[in-house]
């Protein structure tokens, strides 16, 4: 009986395959999609109840991450996509939130004219 792949003999499957590449190696491993089409493939590949917890996962590590205002501020826009993807309400408290990214009782809305420091960060690995 042979054991499966580790994340890291799969990632570097993927790397080898020419489907992701590193992106950062410090502080934190991260990996990105070579192409968006790829990306996208994978995306809708996965069954709506995983699309909802990619964003579920998503938005609470924006959440665990925020720290200062201006961090806060500019996350809120990616935060409320998430959240909307997750199916999750985008105001009021959330039961093991660390942190509101938007006042409460004030939803986030999303702002497309402005690009956000967070666009693209966190989901990438949560689709491998």
């Given at each position: 009986m042979t054991l499966p792949p580790t994340l890291p003999e799969r990632l570097a499957q993927l790397e080898t395959a020419g489907l992701i590449r590193l992106a950062a190696a410090a502080p934190e491993l991260a990996?990105?999609?070579?192409?968006?089409l790829t990306r996208d493939a994978a995306y809708n590949s996965l069954l709506?109840?995983?699309r909802r917890a990619v964003h579920r996962a998503a938005g609470e590590a924006l959440?665990?991450?925020c720290g200062t205002?201006?961090?806060?501020?500019?996350?809120?826009?990616?935060l409320a996509e998430h959240l909307a993807q997750a199916g999750e309400p985008a105001s009021g408290p959330r039961p093991g939130a660390h942190c509101r990214l938007y006042p409460r009782g004030r939803p986030a809305t999303i702002n497309r004219r402005r690009p956000s420091p967070w666009r693209g960060r966190g989901a990438t690995c949560a689709l491998l």
């Open positions: 990996y990105i999609f070579r192409h968006a709506h109840s995983q959440e665990a991450m205002p201006a961090l806060r501020a500019s996350a809120a826009p990616l």
